[in-house]
């Protein structure tokens, strides 16, 4: 059974960073690509990044672009999102979730589907 830990969250000033942390046990973590969600109050799920299990590939959400940036380390069974320049509207929980994602086209890791295993969640507060 996959579990994921998620851990980074926090309240930070509008401008601030943050780096959020996805631990990963159960599998072979190297045959999973990882995404990361969040959920707003009062809004529906959204996708933010996501990274290929072979590390070829990262995704990102149009709103983050240029300022989150997702990496994975195979051998700690871990992934990273660094949050940089964060704004007021990135206040959410944020999920990482695991899935055998085999396409190498965008459309499938933005959809949380393709994920079988969720964490439980990291509250991101940004301030203004």
């Known amino acids: 059974q996959v579990q994921l830990v998620e851990s980074g969250g926090g309240l930070v000033q509008a401008g601030g960073s943050l780096r959020l942390s996805c631990a990963f046990s159960?599998?072979?973590?190297?045959?999973?690509?990882v995404g990361w969600f969040r959920q707003a109050p009062g809004k529906e799920r959204e996708f933010v990044s996501a990274i290929s299990m072979s590390v070829v590939s990262t995704y990102y959400a149009d709103s983050v672009k240029g300022r989150f940036t997702i990496s994975r380390d195979n051998a700690k069974n871990t992934v990273h999102l660094q949050m940089n320049s964060l704004k007021p509207e990135d206040t959410a929980v944020y999920s990482c979730?695991?899935?055998?994602?085999?396409?190498?086209?965008?459309?499938?890791?933005?959809?949380?589907?393709?994920?079988?295993?969720w964490g439980q969640g990291t509250q991101v507060t940004v301030s203004s």
């Open positions: 159960g599998r072979t973590f190297s045959t999973y690509a």
């Open positions: 979730a695991a899935g055998r994602i085999y396409y190498s086209t965008s459309y499938y890791y933005h959809q949380p589907p393709q994920y079988a295993y």
